[in-house]
T-cell receptor, first 114, second 112 residues
Framework: GAGVSQSPSNKVTEKGKDVELRCDPI?????LYWYRQSLGQGLEFLIY????????KSGLPSDRFSAERTGGSVSTLTIQRTQQEDSAVYLC????????????FGAGTRLSVL | SQQGEEDPQALSIQEGENATMNCSYK?????LQWYRQNSGRGLVHLIL?????REKHSGRLRVTLDTSKKSSSLLITASRAADTASYFC????????????FGKGTLLTVNP
């Protein structure tokens, strides 16, 4: 079937605006992750969803960041009042069961905050 | 602090040569994975090696794991220009921990 789909692929916004990033995981995958990757850096964990369990939000950098996953499938990452330091590539990954196994990544959303 | 750290940060070789990248980590693990990333976009899984395995092969890839030294290496043999990418190791933290921690990666450039 189709892989992990993320939209938009690129987003340019002005400082102070809110943005929503979308992730459509592989059908049937119960685990979903959001990561942030700044230029030339590794992946920074943001949030983890597993089935109907409460999400692990321990990686969210501030209360301007939030995420939800509806119906155990599509997820939306929302950044409120964007700042220039939020500029990065936001990557979503899904996994059949737990994140200890292989994670399948989307192509990411490149966010630029002007 | 980083769980996995790759070494070197950058590697430039000629086509046909072998490329070796290393990963060191700090805590016990259940498994270690290697991923590849082209052009700063999505990562692609290459290979997973479990803590009770010492070596694993997949095509031109060979991964070793030394849990006593908390280190792993990824060898790409007979490299091609298309292997140019960033390579990341990812580790869990043992036990039932579900998170993967990624290093900063090694940027491999294979010159034709």
């Amino acid at each position: 079937g189709a892989g992990v789909s993320q939209s938009p692929s690129n987003k340019v916004t002005e400082k102070g605006k809110d943005v929503e990033l979308r992730c459509d995981p592989i059908s049937g995958h119960t685990a979903l992750y959001w990561y942030r990757q700044s230029l030339g850096q590794g992946l920074e964990f943001l949030i983890y969803f597993q089935g109907n369990s409460a999400p692990d939000k321990s990686g969210l950098p501030s209360d301007r960041f939030s995420a939800e996953r509806t119906g155990g499938s599509v997820s939306t990452l929302t950044i409120q009042r964007t700042q220039q330091e939020d500029s990065a590539v936001y990557l979503c990954a899904s996994s059949p069961w737990t994140g200890k196994d292989i994670q399948y990544f989307g192509a990411g959303t490149r966010l630029s905050v002007l | 602090s980083q769980q996995g750290e790759e070494d070197p940060q950058a590697l430039s070789i000629q086509e046909g040569e072998n490329a070796t990248m290393n990963c060191s980590y700090k805590t016990s693990i259940n498994n270690l994975q290697w991923y590849r990333q082209n052009s700063g976009r999505g990562l692609v899984h290459l290979i997973l090696i479990r803590s009770n395995e010492r070596e694993k092969h997949s095509g031109r890839l060979r991964v070793t794991l030394d849990t006593s030294k908390k280190s792993s290496s990824l060898l790409i043999t007979a490299s091609r220009a298309a292997d140019t990418a960033s390579y990341f190791c990812a580790t869990d933290s043992g036990g039932s921990n579900y998170k993967l921690t990624f290093g900063k990666g090694t940027l491999l450039t294979v010159n034709p």
